[in-house]
């Protein structure tokens, strides 16, 4: 009679425990957050910057933006602020949604909610309950800007199409390495134009 032992129950449990406390990030998780990250941020900042340029979505309009910006924000002159937010937040948002330039246009949001807290929000705290509102959506909005800043658009995105073909190679964008001296991608050489 032919015994089968099961593998120990400790072992299992600290691989599991491994796995959900892993530091390491696969590629394709991390393009996956990346994805939803820009789409959320096209998503939220498309509303802000057309309602603050054209009074889309029941927005304020130019007007309005620039007599709020010189009023509670004191940024003055409030026209000409009015349309740098405007035009940050809008073509921010278009340029994450297609994924060209990410790295800058996260970058871009993560001042403009910076700038937001500073002039407006900070003064309420986090959390407050009258206007204007607490700086709690603009931290969490620069953060996720910063983190598409940071790591880029992932491999969803014309940036990552422009890349390879920089590179010139079909392959999945990989990480610059000098090995020896060497530029590789992936371990194959880079063209020398």
């Known amino acids: 009679m032919a015994t089968t032992t ?21 590629a394709l998780p991390t393009d996956c957050a990346l994805l939803a990250a820009r789409i959320a941020l096209a998503w939220i900042f498309v509303y802000y910057g057309a309602g603050k340029l054209f009074g889309a979505f029941n927005g304020p309009g130019l007007h309005r933006t620039a007599l709020y910006f010189s009023n509670t924000a004191h940024l003055h002159p409030g026209g000409f602020w009015a349309v740098v937010g405007g035009i940050t937040e809008f073509a921010a948002a278009i340029a994450l949604a297609i994924g060209l330039g990410s ?24 959390n407050a309950s009258n206007p204007p509102p607490g700086y709690q959506l603009n931290l969490a909005l ?32 990989g990480r610059l390495t000098v090995l020896h001296g060497e530029p590789k991608v992936r371990d194959q050489e880079l063209p020398s134009h």
């Open 6 to 26: 099961a593998p120990p129950a400790h072992g299992r449990n600290l691989r599991a425990l491994a796995a959900v406390v892993s530091t390491r990030t696969a």
């Open 142 to 173: 620069g953060v996720l800007a910063l983190v598409v800043a940071i790591l880029g658009a992932g491999r969803w995105s014309l940036d990552a199409l422009i890349e390879r073909r920089l590179r010139g190679t079909g392959a999945a964008p």
């Open 103 to 126: 790295r800058l246009a996260g970058a871009a949001l993560f001042v403009d909610m910076v700038m937001a807290m500073i002039t407006v929000t900070w003064s309420t705290g986090i």
